[in-house]
């Protein structure tokens, strides 16, 4: 998805999460009527990722450990080494999973809260310009390692937020570009 900053790019992001509430109109999934019942769930499903996400975690490791204490994964474990697949397909390696979060910059934030969303194998990822604050190797990286997750479950799906048409291009199977609040193709 393209468009101007102020679009309402990413409050349409955050409805699709129920974070923001809906003004009109509704949020299906799956073919059904999502209820409020059924929005942990949802979440636990459908994640969105924040273009300037917070980590209150020391390390990166509690980071992407932090996922799994929440009540909805209670009953996944976290896999060090799945994850350091992930952070050395980004440029990391096992020792990023020792530094210190308040050490890490912009780029390096966003890399962490993408592994800590994937590691959760999620059926949709909500991403708000995952690739902001990365220079052009990581941002390649990122696409990369997102479309092998597409491509790894044919019941995977993204909404990718971008400022770049030539990513845009590179990323979406379909282009939905929003101007004022509105969505067109």
Request: hydrophobic content about 45%; cysteine-free.
């Amino acid at each position: 998805m393209i468009g101007s900053s102020g679009a309402g790019k990413t409050l349409l992001l955050r409805a699709l999460a129920r974070l923001d509430p809906l003004d009109r109109g509704a949020v299906l999934y799956r073919g059904r009527l999502l209820v409020s019942d059924a929005v942990p769930r949802y979440r636990s499903q459908v994640i969105y990722l924040h273009q300037r996400a917070a980590l209150i975690e020391d390390t990166v490791e509690a980071a992407l450990q932090s996922a799994f204490s929440l009540n909805i994964h209670r009953h996944r474990r976290y896999d060090r080494d799945r994850a350091v697949g992930m952070l050395s397909s980004l440029g990391r390696g096992a020792a990023f999973l020792a530094k210190s979060v308040a050490e890490l910059s912009g780029g390096e934030i966003q890399i962490t809260a993408l592994v800590r969303a994937l590691q959760l194998d999620p059926v949709v990822l909500l991403l708000d310009e995952p690739t902001a604050a990365l220079d052009a190797a990581a941002a390649a990286a990122v696409e990369r390692l997102i479309a092998d997750w597409l491509d790894d479950d044919r019941e995977r799906a993204m909404i990718w937020v971008s400022h770049n048409d030539e990513q845009a291009r590179r990323v979406g199977r379909t282009i939905v570009r929003m101007d004022a609040g509105r969505v067109s193709n």
